[in-house]
């Protein structure tokens, strides 16, 4: 036996960690972490500028105030300032919650400070804005660390500058008031942080279970291969979701279809496809090898839910069922002819013994008037054929359809218009002559046996075959009861008959294939009334491209 061979599936030692789902946690969970600590970040530079601009407030307002009090202007030009001021300036640094409440003199000698060892030292910082009447802020390292200090002229009376107040809140203290903030914020950054990736692991751990943990590259091969069978098989296949929109149709199935734009996206019901076929797809019971006609070929439609239920869509497969009905409709032919040289033979065993029993009961004159009268009536519609017709499988589909009518007890004549001398059209083959010819004289015989009753004279089918410069001609009438005005629309339809239902596909499907091999051959099909249904084929010789409406009624 020759060796089992297996596709190599790729290996997967790290198959979690190298999933899909995998990767895009990783990635998630750091896109997560950036964007939170990236709002962290931001949040404290915001909140640091803003802590930095509300102290600047509070030292100016508080220095401002200072020097505008009227125990600081006089204190200001007396001898000892600073047994009035040093008081005063430490009441106020705890009433303001600042850190320090320096006042000086024009030279930057300090009158007050929080340590009293520093009374009498020169302010660590400039005081030139402010000796020139402009209130101004800045940071600056004094002798209580660095500091965001305001620096505000004080005026006398006459508007002159006779001091300096300088109110400063420590960096040390700002740190400390925003340490409460930042705490706040790296609490809600981690509770941040753990729902996201919370979050992101339970939609990946969902999306792992629906990837079956394969990786990127996995499941792009798992594509390709999916592609790639799906479009090489001979078979149509066409997917659809739980809306009835098409998901995917593979080049088998738009070839069948005879689909010119891409269908998928499309609802199934949208497309120019026959309306049986369409109400077959779109029906809640799943369809089983029914037979059904496209605008060129007779397809097998097969339909299956996807999954354990109807709503996850519907699979539909196309099954190309044109040569085989063919070769069926040449099969039933066949029989037919079978059949008719069967009881011709028989007949004609019963005429030999009646030719015999004359002979030997010495009627020599009757027997030979007898057998004459045989032959001549057999060898007339042969004649008559045979002259008439000079396309061999059109004459011999004739020739059998008239003994097949014969013994049904229908008369089937060919009209004396009816001469083809000259070649089929060029498109036109022999399956579909016999599929055109045969099926209309078919439905004729049953239709003249069926109204029998309501004519005077045998069931009669009439036909007629000629060609011109133009077109080939098929017409056959028949003597039966005709075609209901409301029923002219339905006949070419699949599965519409007046027959008896009988197997699946065994009724209503001769004229709606006469229609398809009309249209196929670029004809059409003209649909009268006479004593009975009058059908007539028109087949072109140069075929008009694109021609789509093959009925005509007249």
């Known amino acids: 036996m020759p060796a089992r061979t297996t596709t190599p599936r790729p290996r997967r030692r790290h198959r979690v960690a190298r999933s899909l789902a995998g990767q895009l946690f990783a990635v998630q969970v750091l896109i997560v972490t950036l964007v939170v600590a990236g709002c962290a970040v931001l949040a404290y530079v ?11 407030r509070q030292v100016v307002a508080t220095a401002t105030t200072v020097a505008d009090a009227p125990t600081v202007v006089q204190a200001a030009q007396r001898p000892d300032p600073t047994a009035v001021l040093q008081p005063y300036a430490q009441q106020v640094t705890r009433d303001a919650d600042v850190d320090f409440v320096t006042i000086m003199d024009t030279h930057g000698v300090r009158w007050t400070h929080p340590d009293p060892a520093e009374i009498g030292k020169h302010f660590l910082g400039h005081i030139g804005p402010a000796l020139a009447g402009r209130t101004f802020t800045e940071t600056y390292t004094g002798t209580l660390g ?12 006459h508007g002159r500058v006779v001091a300096l107040v300088s109110v400063g809140i420590t960096v040390q203290q700002l740190s400390g008031q925003l340490r409460g903030a930042i705490t706040a914020l790296v609490a809600v950054a981690a509770a941040a942080l753990a729902l996201g990736g919370l979050g992101t692991w339970l939609a990946n751990r969902r999306l792992r279970r629906h990837t079956h943990g394969m990786g990127a590259a996995e499941l792009s091969h798992l594509y390709e291969y999916h592609q790639a069978t799906l479009h090489s098989v001979r078979e149509g296949l066409v997917l659809l979701d739980r809306d009835g929109t098409v998901v995917l149709c593979n080049d088998a199935a738009r070839d069948l279809l005879a689909l010119e734009d891409p269908a998928e996206g499309r609802p199934f019901a949208d497309l120019d496809l026959p ?23 007779v397809v097998v439609v097969n339909t299956s839910p996807i999954g354990d239920g109807p709503d996850l869509g519907t699979v539909v497969t196309l099954r190309d069922h044109t040569e ?38 010495g009627r020599h004159r009757q027997a030979v008037d007898f057998a004459t009268a045989e032959l001549e009536l057999a060898q007339q519609l042969t004649d008559r054929v045979v002259g008439a017709v000079n396309e061999p499988v059109l004459a011999a589909l004739l020739l059998g359809k008239a003994a097949q009518a014969a013994e049904r007890g229908v008369d089937l004549v060919l009209t004396e218009e009816s001469r083809i001398d000259d070649a089929l059209p060029e498109q036109l083959n022999a399956r579909d002559v016999v599929t055109l010819l045969g099926n209309l004289i078919d439905n004729a015989i049953d239709a003249a046996i069926d109204g029998a009753a309501e004519h005077d004279g045998p069931p009669t089918v009439t036909v007629a075959a000629r060609t011109d410069a133009r077109e080939l001609l098929l017409r056959v009438a028949d003597t039966g009861r005709g075609i209901e005005p409301d029923a002219v629309e339905r006949i070419f339809e699949r599965g519409w008959s007046t027959k008896q239902p009988g197997p699946a596909g065994a009724r209503g499907i001769g004229l709606a294939l006469v229609a398809q091999a009309a249209r196929r051959n670029g004809g059409r ?16 010789f140069q075929r008009s491209p694109g021609a789509r409406d093959a009925v005509d009624v007249r």
């Open 324 to 361: 085989l009905q063919a070769l069926s409709g040449e099969l039933d032919s066949v029989r037919g002819f079978a059949e008719a040289l069967s009881a011709q033979a028989h007949e004609a065993a019963n005429r030999l013994h009646a030719v015999v029993s004359l002979i030997e009961t």
């Open 275 to 297: 309306e049986p076929l369409r109400a077959a797809v779109a029906g809640a019971e799943p369809v089983r090898d029914q037979l059904h006609l496209t605008a060129d070929r």
């Open 146 to 157: 660095p500091s965001v200090r305001a620096v505000t002229p004080v005026r006398d009376a």
């Open 46 to 56: 915001l909140t640091s500028d803003r802590a930095q601009q509300a102290a600047e």
């Open 525 to 540: 099909v003209e649909v009268g009334r006479g004593r009975g249904a009058v059908l007539t084929v028109h087949i072109p």
